[in-house]
């Protein structure tokens, strides 16, 4: 079966420091991946995705960056990080019409 | 350019009354179309999905929406609340590119109240 793993399920770190989120799948190959992030009291937003190996379209301009270095693996990054990037960060992959989210990952930016 | 529109943010119904939760799309092409509940600090669950088939979807844990294109909704029901139906709901549609996207809307709190 299909499993998507997204760690660590909570982080807090101070601005300016570096930021990298990992994502994997499992089960399936060639999935299409998703970054999306939930500022608080804020619907979901779609930061980045992938619909391949190196092949990351961004969605919105901001202070992140994903990398997807092998099929089954996307990484958010951050070189520094601003206040604004505090919020709650969901991985997702799908095929055909099926969509998986991972858990999330609660970033707190102080 | 698809989009979605939930209307209400907060929603609060009592234990077994009916739930309702409204969400309109807009989209150039035949959409599909998802509910998600998410829980606090959870990831997304899938409640429910169209993808072109029967217009009346029944999900999990008692939930169904019906797809009417000529009202451009798909609000989600549930007959009688339970104090643990209390979450954020959330209403997608998925992008008619090949990227496989999902839009959202900016997702419904529901309240249930004992």
């Known amino acids: 079966s299909q499993t998507i793993h997204q760690w660590p399920a909570t982080l807090v770190q101070p601005v300016g420091s570096p930021l990298s989120l990992e994502c994997t799948v499992e089960?399936?190959?060639?999935?299409?991946l998703y970054w999306y992030r939930q500022a608080a009291g804020r619907g979901l937003q779609l930061l980045f995705y992938s619909v391949g190996i190196g092949q990351i379209s961004s969605e919105v301009p901001q202070n992140l960056s994903a990398s997807r270095p092998q099929d089954r693996q996307f990484i958010l990054s951050s070189k520094k990080l601003l206040l604004s990037d505090s919020g709650f960060y969901l991985c997702a992959w799908s095929r055909a019409y099926g969509y998986t989210f991972g858990s999330g990952t609660r970033l707190t930016v102080v | 350019a698809q989009s979605v529109t939930q209307l209400g943010s907060h929603v609060s119904v009592s234990e077994g009354a009916l739930v309702l939760l409204r969400c309109n799309y807009s989209?150039?092409?035949?959409?599909?179309l998802f509910w998600y509940v998410q829980y606090p600090n959870q990831g997304l669950q899938l409640l429910l999905k169209?993808?072109?088939?029967?217009?009346l979807v029944k999900g999990i844990n008692g939930f169904e929406a019906e797809f009417k294109k000529s009202e451009t909704s798909f609000h989600l029901t549930k007959p009688s609340a339970h104090m643990s139906d209390a979450a954020e709901y959330f209403c997608?549609?998925?992008?008619?590119?090949?990227?496989?996207?999902?839009?959202f809307g900016q997702g419904t709190t529901l309240q249930v109240k004992p």
């Open positions: 989209s150039s092409v035949p959409p599909y």
């Open positions: 169209y993808t072109s088939a029967a217009t």
């Open positions: 089960g399936t190959s060639n999935p299409n």
């Open positions: 997608a549609v998925k992008g008619s590119s090949n990227t496989g996207k999902l839009i």
